[in-house]
């Protein structure tokens, strides 16, 4: 049994939303009643009754009609009070005189869609192929599809994406054969409607004559006769007050998935918007990969459709804008994919899109609000989506490291709500289970000084410029020496890291104070260098030879020592000073903390005094909501109790001492860590997918 998800204090109304958004009513243009000679059209009631409904409830209403223009309505009985008051309505009128044509219709302005009855609608709805694509679109992004009377000849021909009909398995309540027969007009419309349904699937709930009669099933709305107009209405005001955040089962392709000489079934639900007020809807959506078996009642590796875990993976990078990851691509394509081994393991699969710095609404905190937006969409779904939402295990890369890790160091933070409010993230908890973080580019405010305290005795860098979107990456490198100026900003900045270092109060496992000196050394560099020598030791087990790395001594077959400026010149320097918040703004990181009007700020105080363009400083409350520092051991946190950081010991995009210094605090709180930096791996991550999921399995059971 999944446990309770327990909401926040702060609750807000996602349904809300809906309410900005409008309903398209479909009505006919038909006036001949087949060879009668008698008139015909859409019936007034059928349109007025549901209207009342959902203009009172605040919704605006457009009407349009297969050819547009006027729209000719029959059955005007003003002794109905409805029928009287839009009849004459001069506004009502207008707006019937001079329906919207379908190709003046955008199907994303709607949150669902109407076709009013009478018997017109049987020669020309059907075959509207411009409406059923309207329809189509407004069902398959969440909204409602909805008919009364012979208004249902409208879903006949509706196809979704999956290429079934809308209607097939759904059960409706449309105008009846034996309705039919009762107004003698069995022989004079073009086909039956209760049959023509029941040949693309539908299954026909029915009333008596006249009886007000209506069907619900997974958004499509239908009301057999006048009788059912209002009911019909209603009907539609309640679907549209639910959240629109609501998981759509039934949306999904099945794909077949290989991992080694295993291969295996997974429904993929890919594209889900997860806010409900999107502003970037390419980025803030979701891919959802579930091994068919959990459907089937199965197992897989001891977890079922109640016990999986799920494997969060973002891929994000240079914290550019990132599309969700899929089975068929990602950041790293030359490693195993890490979505197929999770769902190979039986985990199910959550990879979140989001916002990124180069566009205005893409500046920080974006990215950490819509990873949190995609949890609360998990959480709040989670009766309805296999796995288990309070075991998200997220991952992470470089940037998408730091939001990995700064995704669970925020979990539930109030200085968030008034962003995710914005965006109608779902009401839930957004704190996580355990994190991931590979090489995370974090703590960005202290980062330069972290990377001169490191790197600073090297005055030549190669460094490399990345430019990435969705994966496309690009990248150049360019060499160089320092010049005096930067020499200067090198020092100054390695001079401010042992403050910083020390500030923080840091213990190692036995308790001893880690601290550095004014000359940047003492028991914290002590501790790094441990960790490498660790890594080399672990390599050496798993059969690297050592000897090629001289700055290494070996004795008896065990490292004993390590030369730290050798090693440095290993690295190599790939970073100029500022490493991050550049004098000229010429970083990544000045992008992601700029704002609206202005594309780049300074972020610390460094930077901002000593710059070298005209500049601004970048909000100090934006600057701490991107930093996962900020919120451990502080009241109200709800941190993961299990991280696994990894940092490769060739890694000079950023100094160790930033992950070091994250794992650490994290430990000194007494959260479960699990740090390492593995031996000889430069800036990447997910290289480890065996070892990552043997510490995801063991912490899932």
Known sequence: MKKLVVLLTLIYSVAGVAQNKKVLFVVTNHTQ???????????????????????EAGYKVDFVSPKGGTATAYGVKLDDPINKKYWESADYQKKLANT?????????????????????????????????????????????????????????????????????????????????????????????????????????????????????????????????????????????????????????????????????TVRAYEGIVYVANPVEEQYQQLNLYIPEAYFNGETINGFNAQTAPIFFPNGVGGYMPAKPLSLTGGKFKDTNNSLIMALSKGFVVASPGARGRTSATGKAPAVIVDLKAAVRYLKYNDKEIPGDANKIISNGTSAGGASSALLGASGDQAAYEPYLKELGAAPATDAIFAVSAYCPITN???????????????????????????????????????????????????????????????????????????????????????????????????????????????????????????????????????????????????????????????????????????????????VKLMNPMSFIGKKNAHLPKYWRIRHGAKDSDTSAAISLILATTLQNHRYAVDYALPWDKPHSGDYDLEELFDWAEKISK
């Open 33 to 55: 009643l087949g060879n009668t000679g008698e008139t015909t059209g859409y019936f007034l009631s059928e349109v007025t009754h549901p209207l009342e409904v959902l203009t």
């Open 100 to 264: 919207l044509a379908p190709s003046q219709v955008k199907a994303k302005d709607y949150a669902a869609i109407f076709y009013a009855g009478g018997h017109g609608t049987m020669w020309d709805f059907a075959s509207s192929e411009a409406l059923a694509k309207i329809a189509q679109q407004i069902y398959e992004k969440g909204g409602v599809v909805a008919a009364v009377c012979h208004g249902p000849s409208g879903l006949v021909n509706i196809k979704l994406s999956n290429g079934k009909y809308l209607v097939s398995g759904k059960t409706l309540s449309p105008f009846t054969n034996e309705e039919e027969e009762a107004v003698k007009l069995s022989q004079v419309v073009p086909y039956s409607l209760e049959n023509k349904l029941k040949e693309r699937g539908a299954i026909i709930d029915k009333a008596g004559l006249w009886q007000d009669k209506v069907s619900v099933d997974n958004r499509v709305i239908t009301g057999q006769n006048p009788q059912s107009a209002k009911s019909v209405g209603e009907a539609i005001l309640k679907e549209l007050q639910k959240s629109p955040l609501r998981f759509d089962a039934s949306k999904y392709t099945t794909q077949q998935v290989t991992q080694g000489d295993q291969t295996f």
């Open 444 to 622: 960005l405010e202290n980062a330069d000084k972290a990377y001169e305290w490191q790197f600073g005795n090297l005055n030549q860098y190669k460094t490399m410029e990345v430019s990435m979107l969705d994966y496309n990456v690009q990248r150049t490198y360019k060499t160089g020496t320092f010049t005096a100026e930067q020499a200067k900003v090198s020092a100054d900045l390695r001079k401010d890291f042992p403050a910083y270092l020390n500030s923080l109060k840091l213990k190692d496992s036995k308790g001893k104070q880690l601290t550095l000196n004014s000359k940047g050394e003492g028991s914290f560099k002590e501790l790094l260098k441990q960790t490498v020598i660790a890594a080399a030791e672990k390599a050496q087990k798993e059969g690297t030879d050592l000897s090629q790395y001289s700055f290494l001594t070996l004795k008896n077959g065990k490292v004993t020592a390590i030369n730290w400026e050798g090693y440095i010149t290993y690295m190599e320097r790939h970073k100029s000073p500022p490493a991050f918040d550049a004098l000229d703004l010429s970083t990544g990181e000045n992008q992601l903390f700029g704002d609206s009007t202005t594309d780049k700020k300074h972020f610390t105080p460094y930077a901002f005094k000593n710059s070298i363009v005209e500049s601004q400083m970048a909000d100090a409350n934006i």
